[in-house]
């Protein structure tokens, strides 16, 4: 069983940075595909951002060029650098692992962008 933490939400101005964490436990980390997503009231939950095992990375279109994936496998943590923040960012943003037929979720961390 694998499980998931996220830390690193908060309030912050438009304009501003926030970085995510995600720590993982449970199973081989190095082997998973990690993703970050988000979902805003309302609204379904939507990919942000996903990372393979061996690096490779995903944007979403709304994101690209703001946000930054990325993991430590020895620290079993992936990370979501978010940088020049908008309103429209604001949403919980959930943890994913996934591998073979299984995924996981983490609790969330609330993110809202407002001044």
């Known amino acids: 069983q694998v499980q998931l933490v996220e830390s690193g939400g908060g309030l912050v101005q438009p304009g501003g940075s926030l970085r995510l964490s995600c720590a993982a436990s449970?199973?081989?980390?190095?082997?998973?595909?990690m993703g970050w997503y988000r979902q805003a009231p309302g609204k379904q939950r939507e990919l942000v951002a996903s990372?393979?095992?061996?690096?490779?990375?995903n944007y979403a279109d709304s994101v690209k060029g703001r946000f930054t994936i990325s993991r430590d496998n020895a620290k079993n943590t992936v990370y979501l650098q978010m940088n020049s923040l908008k309103p429209e960012d604001t949403a919980v943003y959930y943890c994913?692992?996934?591998?073979?037929?299984?995924?996981?979720w983490g609790q969330g961390t609330q993110v809202t962008v407002a001044s």
């Open positions: 990372i393979t095992s061996g690096g490779t990375t």
């Open positions: 449970g199973g081989m980390f190095s082997s998973y595909v």
């Open positions: 994913n692992a996934r591998v073979a037929f299984y995924s996981y």
